[in-house]
């Protein structure tokens, strides 16, 4: 962001300064914050991604994983620092504008107002220097008659110009990015600017330049307020050369399109990123073997060879059913893994060897008799919708760190072992290893807090499964 500033703010003090009409200066200034911030978030895709040529697939062994969850103390590091003090910077900016608004509001007090042309006058008592702010004009009631006429004319140059509002946009940008240089430099241009253009309406309504330098030296060197926003801060030599020179230069449009190529180029250098990266299948992937495929007939029937109808034999997505003789059909690839599914019996896995007739006995599914608790079911408990990695997430957000542990500098690894029962109960709970009974107790007490989880499911009934599990304690 400061480098898109400082970009714009030297494409602007070398294209457009005292070099063309006040309102494109005006327009340029105050779409320099915003500009600044918008161009690095545009992030428009115009460079060519990677194109990455994907090699043929080959069957790779799954690995497991084993994922240890430590406690994550509240830490306090340089982002958190930074963050204080952009805050801190922010609301400072923002205090003072409330300050300065409410400074403003008490000179209406015991203050005489009139209307001049449309516009709120407010002669206070308190000795300042002439300013308007949005439509008021605030002057010293002790300022001579001579001098309101050219001061009215000046500060209802900028009411009409809605300089009041420029200004307070850009405060407000000051405010959020207080860190950046180039946003207070602009601010401090585009004051300049509407003073020059305040300056050059009265000098066009007929008044003299002479007189009209004398009374702002009057106002500058009569008065040292805190508040006003006009003359103020204008006594600079600039101002008066700009009452004695041409502004506007000849090529006020080529320096229009070199503005807004500027921004183009900056919109390129800044806010454009590589397209997404393009996957391109192998030119010459790796051949598919020829598989033959026949037709096997076969027979499904229990251990005392009476036919099962009803029964699903199938080799991948290939399947059918057995009809009432327990017979089937089914085209699959020779060698292919097959497997026999019945409600009621347990599953059989066999084998398409050959074209001979397959016979296959199924044998009555047996009640689970569980005697121990199990480290593996056909449907492992759940916990909160999750399973074990949501559980040690959990166990994770609940754990303390004891502080007497912390005094002693203990930390290490602790394994505990626990059991999921038929209720969805967590107990049975102990610690295998521990560098320290405070850390076991801690690690006891989190894991024996838990809520309810879902019990496994073996063949269709509930039962206990035993989990083991690491917690970290770091310092």
């Keep these: 962001m400061v480098a898109v500033a400082g970009l714009l703010f030297i494409g602007y ?16 200034l105050t779409l320099l914050p915003l500009l600044s911030v918008v161009i690095p978030l545009l992030q428009i895709p115009l460079w060519p991604g990677r194109m990455v040529v994907l090699a043929p697939l080959a069957e790779v062994p799954h690995a ?43 000179l209406e007090r015991g203050a005489e107002i009139e209307t001049w042309r449309g516009i709120r006058v407010v002669r206070t008592s308190t ?13 010293s009631a002790s300022t001579p008659e001579e001098e309101l006429l050219v001061i009215l004319r000046h500060e209802e140059s900028h009411i009409r110009h ?6 307070l946009w850009m405060e407000l940008w000051r405010a959020l990015l207080w860190w950046n240089p180039f946003i207070w430099l602009a601010f401090r241009r585009l004051t300049e600017v509407q003073e020059f253009e305040a300056d050059h309406d009265v000098l066009a309504s007929g008044e003299r330049a002479d007189r009209y330098i004398q009374i702002i030296f009057k106002q500058l060197f009569g008065y040292s307020p805190d508040i006003a926003n006009g003359l103020r801060n204008s006594l600079t030599k600039k101002r008066f050369q700009m009452m004695t020179q041409k502004n ?37 992937p790796m051949p598919t073997p020829e598989v033959a495929v026949s037709e096997y007939r076969g027979v499904v029937t229990d251990v005392a060879g009476n036919p099962i109808m009803g029964a699903v034999v199938r080799s991948g997505e290939r399947g059918v059913v057995t009809n009432a003789e327990g017979r089937f059909d089914l085209r699959v690839a020779s060698g292919s893994e097959g497997e026999v599914v019945m409600v009621g019996y347990d599953r059989l896995t ?36 999750g399973g074990l990695r949501e559980f040690q997430v959990w166990v994770a957000e609940n754990m303390k760190y004891p502080q007497e542990a912390i005094a002693k500098k203990i930390s290490g690894r602790v394994l505990v072992q626990f059991v999921i029962n038929e209720e969805g109960a967590v107990t ?6 521990s560098p320290h009974a405070l850390l076991s107790s801690e690690a006891i007490r989190v894991v024996s807090s838990s809520p309810r989880w879902e019990p496994g499911m073996q063949k269709g009934q509930k039962v206990s499964v035993r989990y083991v599990l690491p917690l970290i304690f770091n310092l």
């Design 162 to 167: 809605r300089h009041s509002h420029e200004r």
């Design 428 to 433: 049975e709970v102990k610690v295998l290893q």
């Design 64 to 106: 497991e994983a084993v994922v240890e969850t430590a406690p994550e103390a509240a830490t306090f590091g340089w982002v958190e620092a930074f963050g204080l003090l952009y805050g801190a910077g922010v609301l400072l900016l923002l205090g003072l504008m409330a300050y300065q608004v409410w400074k403003i509001s008490l």
């Design 127 to 139: 000795p300042i220097a002439s300013f308007s702010f949005f439509g008021t004009v605030y002057l």
């Design 248 to 284: 506007v230069s000849r090529y006020t449009r080529l320096r229009a399109a070199a503005t807004l190529s500027l921004v183009m180029a900056l919109v390129v250098a800044f806010g454009s990123t590589a397209r997404a990266t393009q996957f391109e299948a192998p030119s010459n």
């Design 350 to 385: 066999f084998q398409f060897l050959d074209d001979t007739e397959l016979v296959l006995k199924l044998r009555k599914e047996q009640p689970v008799e569980q005697t121990q608790p199990m480290l593996s079911a056909e449907k492992m408990p759940s916990f909160q919708g």
């Design 13 to 28: 003090a070398w294209l457009l300064e005292r070099r063309v009409d006040f309102r494109w200066c005006r327009r340029y």
